[in-house]
């Protein structure tokens, strides 16, 4: 998504986050008991090591941010 509109890599994987936010926020919202997210394929291993970095960088930070809301 990013590269393809001359953005930086990791952008469309910050995309996916705000998305799958809204996901949990809709799944909380309507009480469904059980939502899974897959985040990480194992293709990704084969992306630049960069962008593995980022998007390892970009999974903590974003696991730092929400797991406080959990009950």
Avoid: C
């Amino acid at each position: 998504m990013g590269k393809n509109q001359g953005k930086r890599r990791i952008f469309g994987h910050e995309a996916g986050v705000l998305k799958a936010r809204e996901l949990v926020e809709t799944a909380v919202k309507i009480k469904l008991e059980a939502l899974t997210l897959y985040a990480f394929s194992s293709e990704n291993w084969s992306r630049p090591k960069k962008e593995v970095s980022g998007l390892m960088s970009l999974f903590e930070k974003t696991i730092e941010k929400y797991t406080k809301f959990i009950d």
